[in-house]
């Protein structure tokens, strides 16, 4: 087996963690773990979408709720397009459905997040060859 230097093990974690963030279970998929990539795929999108359905696309609101935007960003980069049609201010929302809307979008930004983080350190274990206790 060749011998693997450190910096061609950062890039491999960095991409696994890019992958894994632009598409949610992509880290997964990339370290060869399918019925995780997919577990984690639907789950997490289908959770942003009920938000966006509860809340309606104005619950993604970079300029007055910055603190649930930088959580919901953790889902993948469409939430930056979204948030820069919703920044103009015409897809306002108000009252419990925008609330409710915006705290299922983030739960699935935060559930993403610590899915990137297990995917990097899977990937870790298994250049360093280690189990992941399956």
């Not at 991409?15 to 997490?44: C, D, M, N, Q």
């Amino acid at each position: 087996m060749a011998q693997r230097t450190k910096e061609s093990q950062f890039f491999y974690l960095v991409f696994v963690g890019l992958s894994a963030w632009l598409i949610p279970g992509g880290g997964y998929f990339v370290i060869k773990e399918r019925t995780h990539a997919i577990i984690i795929f639907l789950t997490i999108v289908l959770t942003f979408c009920a938000g966006l359905y509860i809340g309606s696309i104005g619950g993604i609101d970079p300029v007055g709720a910055k603190p649930w935007y930088f959580a919901q960003v953790m889902n993948s980069p469409v939430v930056i397009a979204l948030g820069a049609l919703t920044k103009s201010g015409d897809y306002a929302v108000y009252a419990r459905p925008a609330e409710i809307g915006q705290i299922y979008t983030s739960i699935a930004g935060l559930l993403n997040l610590l899915c990137i983080v297990n995917a990097v350190y899977w990937a870790h274990l298994k250049r360093v060859g280690q189990t992941t206790g399956e």
